[in-house]
C-alpha cells in the first residue's frame, strides 16, 4: 500500500538499490541453463533471464550477453585435464 502523502506528490527522483545474491555453478559449467535467474517460455522451448528480460538462445552453452552476475573473462570455457 502507497503512503497516502505519496499519492498528492509528483515523483521528482528515484532511488537506486542494489543487492547480492550467490549462485553457485560446477566447476567450468558457468551457462544460464544452471542458474536461477533462467526460465522457460512456451513450454520451455524458449528460456529468458528473469533479471535482464534478455532472450537466451544458447542457454545450455553460454551466459547472456547482459548477465548480471560478476563473471571472469572466460567463463563459458569448460577446463580440460
Known sequence: MMPRNF????????????????????????????????????????????ETGEILPFHNCTTGLRCPLDLPNNHTEIEEE
Not at 506528490?9 to 545474491?21: A, G, I, P, S
Open 7 to 50: 499519492l498528492k506528490h509528483e515523483c521528482l527522483e528515484y532511488v537506486k538499490v542494489q543487492y547480492v545474491k550467490e549462485i553457485s555453478f560446477p566447476q567450468g559449467m558457468v551457462f544460464c541453463d544452471l542458474c536461477t535467474f533462467c526460465h522457460s517460455e512456451n513450454s520451455g522451448t524458449r528460456f529468458r533471464c528473469s
